[in-house]
């Protein structure tokens, strides 16, 4: 990607601007940068591997590389480099039992468990957990923090969702999570609400044949998640 960023300094305002009872009437002393527009490349790399038993396991193995040539993003004419992004995951779908259509009663479920790191510069970040699905009902939680142990600053999310199929191919998830933070002395902050309304669909034809032939095969997508 390409990425121009603008900075408008005459926007900014700063202390040394602003009086005790006029408020902002002076010029500030501060130098401007030496630049008021920066562009530069942004490239990035990942991959992905799906992989599918015969004991109704599927999973989902991938990395992701974000600013592989750490751009620098200053106006100051000073080395400000963008660090590069790593991120790590894996999940997995475990087929328990066997499912019946939207409105039977035929009893089974799914196990989702997943794990995620990521790390930029001196920070990094853990996610893992688990979500539970039967009867195209969704339960999951979620648990996040820069160490693989419970303290400091950590995000705990539930999930609560159903899964709506129109066909065998397409399908309508909504989707409702609850996430609170929890802090070293195990006081919370929060919460925030989120909602989601996705649709997936597993064959989709771009560009349908003509003139007794293709010009675009189709874009086949296989969804492991439930």
């Known amino acids: 990607s390409w990425v121009n960023q603008q900075l408008k300094w005459d926007n900014l305002v700063f202390s040394d601007q602003l009086d005790p009872r006029w408020g902002n009437v002076s010029p500030t002393n501060f130098d401007g940068p030496a630049h008021e527009k920066v562009s530069y490349p942004d490239f ?4 992905i591997f799906q ?4 004991t109704d396991l599927q999973g989902n193995i991938g ?7 750490s751009p620098n993003q ?3 004419n000073i080395d400000a480099k963008l660090p590069q992004r ?3 995951h894996m999940d997995f779908v475990i087929d328990i039992g066997e499912h019946g259509g939207f409105y039977s009663k035929r009893q089974g479920f799914k196990l989702n468990p997943g794990f995620m790191f990521q790390s930029q510069a001196s920070m990094s970040q853990y996610t893992l957990g688990m979500n539970f699905y039967m009867m ?3 339960l999951g939680l979620w648990y996040t923090n820069q160490k693989l142990a419970y303290d ?3 995000t705990i999310t539930s999930m609560i969702g159903i899964n709506v199929p129109f066909n065998d191919d397409w399908r309508m998830k909504l989707m409702y999570s609850y996430e609170i933070n929890v802090n070293s002395d ?3 902050t929060g919460p925030s609400h989120e909602i989601s309304l996705i649709f997936e669909f597993d064959d989709l034809n771009i560009i349908q044949k003509r003139s007794g032939s293709e010009i675009m095969g189709t874009l086949r997508k296989k969804s492991n998640s439930p």
């Open 152 to 154: 400091k600053f950590s």
């Open 63 to 69: 990395f992701a590389v974000n600013h592989i040539t």
């Open 51 to 54: 992989f599918e038993t015969l």
């Open 186 to 188: 195990d006081s919370f």
């Open 86 to 88: 790593l991120v790590y």
């Open 136 to 138: 195209h009902v969704y």
């Open 44 to 47: 990035a790399i990942g991959g």
């Open 74 to 76: 200053s106006f100051f």
